[in-house]
T-cell receptor
Framework: AQSVAQPEDQVNVAEGNPLTVKCTYSVSGNPYLFWYVQYPNRGLQFLLKYITGDNLVKGSYGFEAEFNKSQTSFHLKKPSALVSDSALYFCAVRDLTGGGNKLTFGTGTQLKVEL | AAGVIQSPRHLIKEKRETATLKCYPIPRHDTVYWYQQGPGQDPQFLISFYEKMQSDKGSIPDRFSAQQFSDYHSELNMSSLELGDSALYFC?????????????FGPGTRLTVT
């Protein structure tokens, strides 16, 4: 089965500092990986995805993610955090088991950016 | 740009009642997914449709059913509601059953069962 793991329930960072939200994956075949962000009482917003190609993927709102095959990781990064980045972040993997194309999510990481 | 529309946004039902959630995908998107997110949980896949046919099934209770209509909108029907069904229900849409396009999520329907 395809799965992703987010080892940190919460990440705290000061505004202006770089942030990293960790994600590791376990898949059979090529991994198709995604990051989504969820603000309180809102839906999931797509940030970026890795399909193939460059290991550094750039996405929305200044976020980027680094795909590392040897470490089976897909960490989300941002060079300079903003208070408005505070939200719940989900890593997800495309899961083809069952014949569909569903997403399997990690448990989420709450990012808190403080002044 | 048009987004995924879900209705209602909030729904309060009593145990053993029924509920119907609706999802209107982004125009030209032919694939719809339903996810359930319990309090403090990650979204869990329920069921998906492609071109009005069920394409995949996840941890959806037998009390729930869903379908996709000719205009690609989808409805999730929930019967004999239980307290544990209280959750945020998301619909997501994408173009194409397979492929690498990302799913776009609606704002969700918050169902509270009392």
């Amino acid at each position: 089965a395809q799965s992703v793991a987010q080892p940190e329930d919460q990440v705290n960072v000061a505004e202006g500092n770089p942030l990293t939200v960790k994600c590791t994956y376990s898949v059979s075949g090529n991994p198709y990986l995604f990051w989504y962000v969820q603000y309180p009482n809102r839906g999931l917003q797509f940030l970026l995805k890795y399909i193939t190609g460059d290991n550094l993927v750039k996405g929305s709102y200044g976020f980027e993610a680094e795909f590392n095959k040897s470490q089976t990781s897909f960490h989300l990064k941002k060079p300079s955090a903003l208070v408005s980045d505070s939200a719940l972040y989900f890593c997800a993997v495309r899961d083809l088991t069952g014949g569909g194309n569903k997403l399997t999510f990690g448990t989420g990481t709450q990012l808190k950016v403080e002044l | 740009a048009a987004g995924v529309i879900q209705s209602p946004r909030h729904l309060i039902k009593e145990k053993r009642e029924t509920a119907t959630l609706k999802c209107y995908p982004i125009p030209r998107h032919d694939t719809v997914y339903w996810y359930q997110q319990g309090p403090g949980q990650d979204p869990q896949f329920l069921i998906s449709f492609y071109e009005k046919m069920q394409s995949d099934k996840g941890s959806i209770p037998d009390r729930f059913s869903a379908q996709q209509f000719s205009d690609y909108h989808s409805e999730l029907n929930m019967s004999s509601l239980e307290l544990g069904d209280s959750a945020l229900y998301f619909c997501a849409s994408k173009f194409g059953r397979q492929g690498v396009h990302e799913q776009y999520f609606g704002p969700g329907t918050r169902l509270t069962v009392t």
